[in-house]
């Protein structure tokens, strides 16, 4: 059974940092990038991906810098810190893979996990 399982999400102070981590299980995670996504009003907002090879895309201009994407192959994880959070990054954010390399529409990735809630208070 194909899992992505998000954690590491929470309640912080503007300024703040967290790490969330995506652990991945199910299917082969080395043949796969893994993206991070968040759900804004607007819809599911990219925010940046890894793919097979350890590129890095970054799927949204504004968060670029204060986040940052990392990938663990021996525990089929891949993490994503937040730095300098404000208050408009609350949301719940989703990991999501699909085969091979990153795309930037969040309708071509294969796999979701449940999401996980961060919230930044000002």
């Known amino acids: 059974e194909v899992q992505l399982e998000e954690s590491g999400g929470g309640s912080v102070q503007a300024g703040g940092s967290l790490r969330l981590s995506c652990e991945a299980s199910?299917?082969?995670?080395?043949?796969?990038?893994i993206g991070w996504f968040r759900q804004t009003p607007k819809g599911r907002e990219g925010i940046s991906c890894i793919?097979?090879?350890?590129?890095?895309?970054y799927l949204d201009d504004s968060t670029q810098g204060r986040f940052t994407i990392s990938r663990d192959s021996a525990k089929n994880t891949v993490y994503l810190q937040l730095s300098a959070l404000k208050p408009e990054d609350t949301s719940v954010y989703y990991c999501?893979?699909?085969?091979?390399?990153?795309?930037?529409?969040?309708?071509?990735?294969?796999?979701w996990g449940q999401g996980t809630q961060v919230t930044v208070s000002s």
């Open positions: 199910g299917f082969t995670f080395d043949d796969y990038a």
């Open positions: 999501a893979a699909l085969v091979s390399v990153c795309r930037l529409g969040y309708y071509e990735y294969e796999y």
């Open positions: 793919d097979r090879y350890n590129k890095i895309t």
